[in-house]
């Protein structure tokens, strides 16, 4: 076969210019030797292409100029794989090329990168936070003393006792006033009927009270709603007017046999002037409100039959025994009588009807037989005080037990046990003690030991006349507190 017939192997795009002219080495090295060629990487950056040469004719590779023969074509390297488009970043001022999409990053770390210097808050932020804080701590503080305060008013307490209620200070009449029917009209309308739940019957217990402040605390004895007390039975209070009030027991102490009471709407209801029963004499006129056998704003008048007389109102124990260093009166009481006020002449409270002594019937319980006791008001101020403050009321304790049974010969109160660690065993008293006076007042026996204890508060020092094998010693006892 001829040569005009061999086809012709060139490559299709290749001109017949190329044999004969080849192609200009774009690096020419001075010594002859063929330039290196550098090293690519065998997979390229992401981001990355390469520079491309510039052409002799000053035109690069890939831009539009004159066709001229060039090498043979190399295989077209393999697609780099284009990187997932990046979200815009949250940050402005992010670096570029970081990365906010899906997945890890697909640009590499390079080592010389340096972390993003932290972000400096404003120094306007520091004092914003203080005082923030500080108006947060104030705001918590006025919430908890308005919480702290609606649940005292919702218990009838106040952190001030008596101080902290308006009672009232001015007594209703002149001293001299000789009137009772002025002092019936002074007083009524601060005398209330009670009704209370009793093993589990409503109303089955019946006394009085009387209005102590303008804040609706009602005072009365323990034992006519104790037992409403213990089972949260319901309690009524019926004004002058026969007004009925729901009421609540604040708090009560059966060892003084007081109880004081909280009751709603009592802004119209005129409170009890508190007078004093120190001053008392006796034979000085006095006056019993309440609602004796039942029947509702009832007075009766008499004198002051005795003073200090050591008395004991019901209990069932010796520990829940009240004994009062009571204020004797021959006004009639009767029971229903309980928890209403002995007033003076001057319409001022000296006492807390309590008991009446009875002849021992077979009922238990008899009629008026004209010696009634009351709990003097000095008693009253200073349990109320503490059951307003804190729902609970405190007695004073030696930590002995003496003999109460009658001794007809005895000569004062006979301790029958010490107990441990108490303050009549750190002031030295023994068993069979007998004790003949507390601060110079005569002691007889073991209820007037007590009677004479009571009057004191816990924390006080008494003096007490000691007689031990025939001699007397004098020892001083600090008074401890129980509840109660």
């Not at 063929?34 to 040469?53: H, I, N, R, V």
């Not at 104790?226 to 026969?242: N, T």
């Not at 003096?463 to 600090?478: A, I, N, P, Y």
Request: proline share 11%; hydrophobic share 35%; with cysteine.
């Amino acid at each position: 076969m001829s040569d005009e017939h061999q086809p012709d192997e060139r490559q299709p795009d290749q001109h017949p210019e190329a044999d004969q002219h080849p192609p200009a080495d774009p690096h020419p090295v001075a010594d002859g030797r063929a330039p290196e060629q550098p090293d690519e990487p065998t997979q390229p950056l992401a981001g990355w292409s390469p520079t491309p040469a510039p052409h002799p004719d000053g035109h690069a590779y890939g831009q539009p100029g004159p066709m001229i023969a060039g090498p043979p074509p190399q295989p077209h390297p393999q697609p780099r794989p284009e990187p997932a488009p990046a979200t815009r970043p949250l940050d402005p001022g992010a670096p570029q090329g970081a990365w906010f999409g899906p997945g890890p990053s697909p640009y590499p770390r390079s080592p010389y990168a340096q972390p993003a210097p932290p972000r400096r808050l404003p120094l306007w932020v520091w004092p914003a936070v203080a005082c923030l804080a500080l108006v947060v701590g104030v705001l918590g503080g006025l919430a908890g003393g308005a919480l702290q305060d609606q649940l005292a008013s919702e218990r009838g307490t106040n952190d001030n006792g008596l101080q902290g209620v308006q009672t009232r200070s001015a007594a209703p009449l002149e001293a001299d006033n000789g009137s009772v029917s002025a002092v019936a009209e002074a007083l009524l309308p601060s005398t209330v009927q009670i009704l209370a739940e009793f093993d589990g019957r409503a109303a089955g217990a019946t006394g009085s009270g009387f209005v102590l402040d303008r804040q609706g605390h009602v005072v009365t004895n323990n034992h006519v709603v104790a037992s409403a007390a213990e089972g949260d039975g319901p309690i009524v209070v019926i004004d002058e007017a026969g007004e009925r009030h729901e009421a609540t027991v604040v708090g009560r102490s059966a060892v003084y046999d007081l109880a004081v009471l909280s009751i709603d709407g009592a802004e119209s209801l005129e409170p009890a002037a508190l007078g004093a029963s120190q001053v008392l004499r006796v034979g000085d006129p006095v006056v019993a409100f309440g609602a004796p056998l039942g029947l509702s704003q009832t007075v009766t008048s008499g004198i002051v039959s005795a003073l200090n007389r050591p008395v004991t109102t019901s209990g069932e124990s010796d520990d829940e025994s009240s004994y009062i260093n009571a204020v004797q009166t021959d006004a009639a009481i009767n029971p229903g009588n309980s928890g209403g006020p002995l007033v003076n002449l001057a319409g001022e409270v000296v006492g807390v009807n309590s008991a009446i002594a009875t002849t021992g019937g077979a009922s238990g319980e008899s009629g008026n037989i004209g010696v009634g006791f009351a709990i003097p008001i000095e008693q009253v101020r200073t349990t109320v005080d503490q059951i307003l403050r804190t729902g609970k009321a405190e007695y004073p304790v030696i930590g002995a037990q003496v003999r109460t049974g009658g001794e007809p010969d005895a000569d004062g109160a006979t301790i029958t046990e010490v107990m441990p660690d108490t303050p009549a065993a750190r002031a030295g008293l023994e068993q069979d003690d007998v004790i003949t006076s507390v601060d110079d007042q005569p002691v007889t026996d073991g209820i007037a030991l007590i009677v004479a204890i009571r009057t004191h508060l816990p924390g006080e020092t008494v003096e007490m006349s000691v007689l031990r094998g025939g001699e007397e010693r004098v020892v001083k006892v600090e008074l401890d507190g129980k509840v109660g």
